[in-house]
């Protein structure tokens, strides 16, 4: 009897180690496949987000992105873009086609040592909860975060920047965690950066004039036409400005073309600062300008032009023998307003250039370096 009892004692031990060795297997099990699901979602997530970026042909829709989308998309407080800009070409090629953007969490560098010195010499992913760190890297942020994920940016084993995310939740970047999805999504960041810049100069070629760093013809009459209907619908005034440089043929033939160019460059180097941001200023061909003024009335576009007139009346410019000379401007104005008579985009756009454009020459008639307003109202300034 005893050795009865003593077997069934026996066997039921490995009979209840076998269950609970099955629960951990099934809990492990569990485990991994609730692992493989919460990575398939992210994935999918960083994937989705990946196309998003990807899908980007300019360099202001790339930075909205990143720098406003990514915040929600990855619920992080921070998202923070630092670019290497050494010769300031990304800056330039940015102003050059959009003017400034305003974004505080988009920073320029000179050189990598700045970058360098937060990797310190490495180009690995840096998962930290160093709260030193974090107050010194988003010291200008509002937002707090309490765990940091930097990526730094690398293209054809190039630092080319680095992108800083800063979440809440401390545990969010914890050192040790798998970083093949961020090491990823960083690569592609850089892809895009690199395949938007590229765009963005293709860009410019067909929109800025390179000589003096204004806008070309094609891109003043896209604006032009933007401008007409966005005036139309707020109902407030909008003013173009011709100016023709006084007998610039002779400049070119007295002192050559180099030093006609240079004349032209000083012009527009000279006028850029006397405008706004939403004012476009473009080379119309030759040794024409011409300024287009959002939201301005005509007695503001003639104290406008008038200052133009006056500013480029004491430039100085040097010929290849040093020998120095003035160069003077004829301006005309155009003003039109939605309460005019009804016309349409095309006619409005039409109105515009040709009114201005006889505003140049009523002020070359008048002996130049003026500025005239043609019909309807005849107004002749300073002439």
Known sequence: MENKRYNQTTTSIPIK??????????????????????????????????????????LTGLFEKLLVELSQKLDLEIVELHLIDSNDEIQRLIHDIYGDLDYENLSYHKSESTLNEIYQGNQDILL???????????????????SVALLPLIRENTL????????????????????????????????CIENAVTQEQFKLLSLVD?????????????SLTKEIARSSRSES??????????????VNDSHGHLTGDRALQSVATTIMPLLRKSDVFARFGGE???????????????????????????????????????????????????????????????????QADKGVYLAKDKGRNCVAVAPETLKISNC
Request: proline share 2%; net charge positive.
């Open 17 to 58: 180690e076998q269950e609970r060795h099955n629960r951990e297997l099934s809990a492990t099990l569990n485990n991994l496949i609730n692992k493989a699901k919460q990575n398939q979602i992210t994935q999918e997530k960083f994937y989705q987000l990946e196309l998003h970026l990807l899908q980007s042909t300019s």
């Open 288 to 354: 024409e300008f011409t300024i287009l003024l959002p939201d301005t009335s005509q007695k503001q576009a003639l104290e406008i032009a008038e200052r133009i007139r006056q500013e480029i009346s004491q430039i100085s410019i040097a010929n290849d023998l040093n020998q120095a000379f003035k160069i003077t401007v004829s301006i005309g104005v155009s003003t039109w307003s939605a309460n005019k008579a009804s016309m349409t985009y095309e006619q409005v756009q039409n109105y515009l250039i040709s």
């Open 128 to 146: 930290s909860q160093d709260q030193e760190l974090i107050n010194q890297l988003f010291s200008f942020s509002s937002k707090k975060a309490y």
């Open 160 to 191: 080319i920047g680095s992108i800083h995310f800063g979440s809440h939740n401390k545990q969010r970047f914890v050192p040790g965690l798998a970083t093949s999805f961020l090491q990823h999504f960083g690569s592609i960041i850089s892809i």
């Open 210 to 222: 390179l000589l003096t760093r204004t806008k070309n013809r094609r891109y003043f009459i896209q």
């Open 237 to 250: 005034p909008i003013s173009c400005l011709f100016m023709d440089l006084d007998h610039f043929k002779e």
